[in-house]
């Protein structure tokens, strides 16, 4: 886990690895039950504001870890999505190794910049600024991760194969440090799908117009986080350039991420963030921006259960990217002043 004042304010809201159940315990290692159930209640405008009801993203998962030595321990995990609009699917699955020498990983995984993510604090509306999912999604099916913690800094990679252009080229590298209430990471990655379908009419989603290409999302980040007692501030820049490689054509992407959580009692936090992404074709017609503000409450009852509800506003163009907080891969849109609205309940084991 990284050491920021990202994952310590996360965890005051979040259930950590304690609400697991034990199934099994020896000398040698362990094995665990975990899960969450999430429901969701959702008023947006591109729905006349009319209530929708839904599962949100549950998952259920075994993880274990046991000694294979006295120095080195082996790893697994096997994850299920349980959404109710869809079949169970694989969100999870690697085996890997841990040590002195840190972790590495082997198989499906979230992709290290979705690990480390950004100034994006929201449960529903945020990350249009988070430019490095575009094309992933934020996972790979046959990946490579390695992360190292140290003293006073961490380092996390990721390499995913692309099995004879089968599957996405992926290559990322994160760094982090903290001085006191400060906390840094910067990185950068390169995601390549060689068969992916292109929306070129980014500016009318809902009349896209597709073809084959080589796509190629190029980016780099950086992410400052500062703590104020219970409470924290981040902000993140990411620039990315995603190109058509058989003809050439790109968009420049540059995104600001301002947020924040105020600890108002000890078990209820309000949370916000404003988002703007700046996108520029090279030699086309396409130069637009986007907008989104949030605003929410947050109420832990204790490490298994919590209630929020959050107001999100969105103006503008924003090319797809991964909301983290409802862990869904949101496509390409384009609204105007639109107002959204929802609440949503989690609970942990």
Not at 203 to 211: M, Q, V
């Amino acid at each position: 886990m990284k050491k920021t004042l990202l994952a310590l304010a996360v965890a005051s809201l979040a259930a950590t690895s304690v609400n697991a159940a034990e199934i099994y315990k020896s000398d040698d290692g362990s094995v665990d039950f975990y899960g969450q159930l999430r429901q969701e209640l959702r008023f947006e405008e591109k729905n006349d504001h009319d209530a929708t009801l839904s599962s949100g993203s549950s998952r259920t998962g075994v993880k274990g870890q046991y000694a294979i030595t006295d120095s080195v321990d082996v790893v697994g995990l096997v994850e299920l999505g349980i959404r109710d609009n869809t079949d169970v699917n694989v969100r999870q699955h690697y085996v890997g190794f841990a040590g002195d020498f840190g972790t590495i990983k082997f198989g499906k995984q979230w992709i290290t910049s979705d690990d480390v993510y950004g100034a994006d604090y929201s449960y529903f509306f945020g990350g249009s600024a988070l430019r490095h999912a575009t094309l992933s999604g934020a996972l790979h099916d046959s990946q490579i991760k390695y992360s190292f913690d140290g003293e006073n800094f961490w380092v996390k990679g990721g390499w995913g194969l692309n099995e004879g252009d089968s599957n996405q080229d992926l290559y990322e590298l994160f760094v982090g440090t903290s001085f006191g209430d400060l906390a840094l990471h910067v990185g950068a990655g390169y995601n390549r799908d060689r068969n992916t379908e292109l929306v070129d009419n980014v500016t009318d989603p809902d009349n896209p117009t597709t073809l084959n290409a080589d796509l190629s999302n190029t980016y780099a980040e950086f992410t400052a986080e500062y703590g104020l007692g219970d409470s924290l501030i981040g902000f993140t820049y990411y620039w990315a350039t995603l190109e058509n490689e058989a003809n050439g054509h790109t968009i420049d992407e540059n995104g600001l991420s301002l947020a924040g959580i105020f600890q108002m009692m000890e078990k209820t936090a309000l949370y916000g963030g404003v988002e703007y992404t700046m996108q520029k074709a090279n030699d086309f017609d396409f130069d637009e921006d986007g907008t989104v503000a949030y605003v929410g409450i947050a109420h832990k009852f204790n490490s298994w259960a919590r209630v929020y509800g959050e107001y999100g506003y969105g103006d503008g163009t924003t090319l797809g990217f991964h909301n983290q907080g409802q862990d869904a891969q949101v496509a390409p849109t384009t609204a105007d002043a639109e107002s959204n609205f929802a609440i949503g309940a989690r609970f942990y084991w």
